[in-house]
């Protein structure tokens, strides 16, 4: 009889005698090891195991006798059953062979690490949770800390009775399966000493999105199962693959998270576990360091190409890592083939737009896909109401759970719900999990949205905008759009698109695309940075304490200010450039208005007051300014950053506002004293066309530049000679002015006879199909669209 099976003798077709997870963790010491992957040793339980242990006991026939019938719906009675179920199943006992090998392998994997009884984890492993169209993660236990051959048996028994949590019944009735045709394995590992150091998840793709060539790495301080469980805001750090594998160190994205405790080993003689609190000065570093999210990145792509091999399609994964604090080394303790976007149709790309208002958010936290829901809000600080709270009973189906975290006894309420909002976790908790598997649009990490939302208020939920959900007073009215990209238009003119937020660039990578036309630094600045440049550099000597105070809080997790500019920018960039990548990117550089600079943190200090600043001191004139010119050198360390540390050569440099060809130049100098020079390592560098100066001289602009694109919107009030943001001359504004008409197609003309090509970033062809057709009768190189009007545009010029 095989009742223990050792890891190391295990592989992925063994998936039926020991559970997916035991499955991948042997498939991964046989195949990866000799790639340096480590994954700590152990031993499986097998479900022969598990199926004489509930036969020895006479289970079977009481378990269907408690569960058939139940109403899975009703709550109280799912509790009540599901609690009957597992005591019953804690309660039996072990035939002598069973006991009896589970002790002799434990005490064998004691002595293969020189220990009397080692720390071990007592994990579940079902043979239906990691099937394609079936994802059960995340709901049988897990057990840390173990030590002892009595404490291994109790662990065990504890994991048998978890195939019948309440969430367990109610998936296997809501997919189909029978109680007994899901057979449970156990997977008894060496623990990895993160309680010394940190912890968490990864993914091999946008968790969001589904975008594919990324890692997603959520990390906190500790044991990994307040990352699971969502009971910290772990950081986070995304990183570009191709480039990964090419050896640059291409972390595109790193946020910071809210921390306040950690899982560590209990006292001996008390509990396996407990909570401590992370002093300061942890909670405002990043758990672990770029070297180790890079390893960790490495060997994520390693193993999601030999799942994608065996598989003969694509496998993105979900890993569990742990970096032991005694040898400072990375294992992985677990992985498992991602199966919500995989079982996506990633021929429709679903929108959803609120229709427009203007209301403030109640609350923002981390958006959980991309949809948006309306109800009326159900505030749940416990299911069973003890500490006098709502009891879950009286959750009404439609309501918006807003609870503190969640776990997998949740999931019946869950699955109730219009959408869910938690004070506390990040992308890769449980309620995330559990609300993507849904479908369901949830906030997670709030902090406070139990305290600021009221039972009965009527809210929005809006996933939709990017990164940051967000919850709104009232109903507001939305609209879901679904577009068939198989049946999109081709057509000959290249058609880019403007990007103005990285959180929602991986989202719109699955258009039809030529690339980004227009990538705003200021959009960057003012989101990511909110900090003026000038500030940054020089809060210190302004003896403003609370401007300093602010400035340091923001900065946290970064050694020093210019650091946290160059950095925070460059990861703007680069997410967008990944995004679109082989394609080209081009990234306007900061082109705020003196108005709107005086308007970021600390910009008072530093910003004159200007009688017009739409015509004032912008754009390129700022650049080589004494009194600015090592502010907008962090911009250039940011480029330059992006492309030869982060390898995204893709990224084009683009100058806004250069009245003259002498600017431009002084420009250039600028730059390459900070080390940006065109023509270096493939560095495109285009121009702004928005002053009537740039179309008058095109023909001495075009030899020190690789290529304009024109600004419409500035083009056109400078040609007309009006303000646009003036109501009373309003109505006179219009691209499609002949004088506009006749500026463009000269640019283009002038243009293409020193080969230099020309392409248009305005807003023009978003807003009108015809501007867009007579751009392509002139000989434009390429037009770039707002992501809502490229399908519009496409359909407009293939009529063409």
């Given at each position: ?160 009775a978890s195939l019948f949590t ?40 946008d968790t969001e999105s589904g ?83 890079l390893e960790i990145g490495r ?502």
């Amino acid at each position: 009889m095989e009742y223990i099976l050792p890891l190391r003798a295990i592989a992925l077709a063994d998936l039926p005698r020991v559970g997916g997870k035991n499955a991948s963790l042997g498939e991964m010491i046989q195949n990866l090891t000799h790639l340096g992957i480590r994954v700590p040793d152990g031993f499986a339980i097998t479900v022969q195991a598990y199926e004489e242990y509930i036969d020895h006991n006479h289970f079977r026939a009481r378990i269907q006798e408690i569960v058939g019938g139940m109403d899975t719906e009703n709550v109280v009675e799912l509790r009540k059953k599901g609690t009957q179920v597992r005591q019953l199943i804690r309660n039996g006992t072990f035939p002598e062979a069973i006991s009896a090998a589970i002790r002799r392998h434990y005490l064998a994997l004691s002595a293969q690490y020189d220990q009397e009884m080692t720390d071990v984890a007592v994990r579940s492993s079902a043979t239906a949770e990691d099937l394609p169209d079936a994802s059960f993660a995340g709901q049988q236990e897990t057990y840390l800390n173990v030590r002892g051959p009595e404490a291994v048996l109790d662990s065990v028994r504890n994991c048998f009775a978890s195939l019948f949590t309440d969430r367990a019944i109610v998936y296997r009735q809501q997919f189909g399966f029978d109680h007994f045709d899901v057979a449970l394995s156990v997977c008894v590992q060496k623990m990895v000493r993160s309680d010394l150091s940190a912890s968490g998840v990864a993914f091999s793709l946008d968790t969001e999105s589904g975008f594919p060539h990324v890692v997603v790495i959520n990390s906190s301080y500790g044991l990994g199962e307040l990352v699971v469980q969502g009971a910290v805001s772990p950081d986070e750090f995304i990183l570009f693959k191709p480039s990964l594998l090419q050896g640059h160190r291409s972390i595109v994205e790193k946020k910071i998270g809210q921390k306040d405790q950690k899982m560590v080993y209990g006292e001996d003689g008390g509990k396996a576990t407990k909570l401590v609190n992370l002093y300061p000065d942890q909670r405002n570093r990043f758990s672990i360091s770029d070297d180790q999210a890079l390893e960790i990145g490495r060997w994520v792509c390693r193993i999601e190409e030999h799942y994608t091999e065996r598989k003969g399609a694509w496998c993105p994964m979900d890993v569990e890592w742990a970096i032991d604090g005694l040898s400072g080394q990375l294992y992985i303790v677990q992985a498992r083939p991602e199966t919500i976007h995989a079982r996506k149709n990633t021929q429709t790309l679903t929108e959803y737009r609120l229709h427009e208002h203007h209301q403030k958010p109640l609350v923002s936290g981390i958006a959980v896909g991309d949809g948006a829901a309306t109800g009326e809000v159900s505030v749940l600080y416990s299911l069973d109401g003890r500490d006098g709270t709502t009891d879950a009973a009286g959750f009404v189906p439609g309501s918006v759970l807003v609870t503190e975290m969640t776990d997998p006894d949740w999931e019946p309420i869950m699955k109730k719900a219009s959408a869910i909002v938690t004070n506390k976790g990040g992308r890769t908790c449980h309620a995330a999990i559990v609300a993507r598997e849904m479908g369901l649009p949830a906030i997670v990490g709030c902090g406070n949205a139990t305290e600021l939302l009221r039972d009965g208020q009527a809210v929005t939920i809006a996933c939709c905008e990017g990164d940051s959900g967000q919850v709104y007073s009232g109903t507001i009215p939305f609209e879901k759009l679904e577009t068939r990209l198989d049946q999109v238009p081709v057509v000959s003119t290249p058609v880019m698109l403007n990007v103005a937020s990285p959180d929602i660039a991986f989202k719109f990578a699955a258009l039809p695309h030529a690339g980004v036309g227009l990538a705003r630094e200021e959009f960057i600045i003012n989101n990511y940075i909110k900090v003026h440049p000038q500030a940054l550099l020089e809060h210190r000597r302004l003896n403003d304490p609370s401007l300093t105070t602010e400035i340091e809080r923001i900065i946290r997790g970064f050694p020093d200010e210019e650091t946290f500019f160059v950095k925070k920018l460059s990861y703007g960039i680069a997410r967008i450039a990944c995004a679109f990548h082989p394609h080209k990117v081009i990234v306007r550089l900061s082109d705020f208005k003196t108005n709107e600079y005086k308007n970021l943190l600390g910009g008072h200090h530093f910003e004159p007051d200007e009688e017009n600043p739409m015509i004032g001191w912008r754009g390129a004139s700022r650049y080589y300014a004494p009194g600015y010119r090592e502010a907008f050198g962090m911009e250039i360390k940011a480029i330059k950053r992006v492309r030869e540390k982060m390898g995204l050569t893709n990224v084009v440099v683009m100058i806004p506002f250069c009245r003259t060809v002498e600017e431009l130049l002084k420009v250039y100098e600028t730059m390459a004293d900070f080390g940006l020079r065109r023509g270096e390592n493939g560095l495109e560098i285009y121009l702004m066309a928005e002053l009537p100066s740039n179309i008058l001289l095109a023909d001495q602009f075009a030899p020190h530049i690789d290529g304009f694109s024109i600004g419409s919107n500035d083009l056109t009030q400078l040609m007309l000679g009006l303000d646009r943001d003036s109501a009373l001359v309003a109505h006179l504004y219009d691209e499609r002015n002949p004088a506009v008409k006749r500026a463009i197609a000269h640019l283009i003309r002038t243009a293409h006879e020193h080969g230099t090509k020309v392409g248009i970033c305005g807003q023009g062809p978003s807003d009108f199909p015809d501007f867009a057709e007579f751009l392509v009768e002139e000989g434009i190189d390429s037009i770039s669209v707002t992501p809502d009007s490229m399908l519009k545009t496409l359909r407009a010029l293939a009529r063409q």
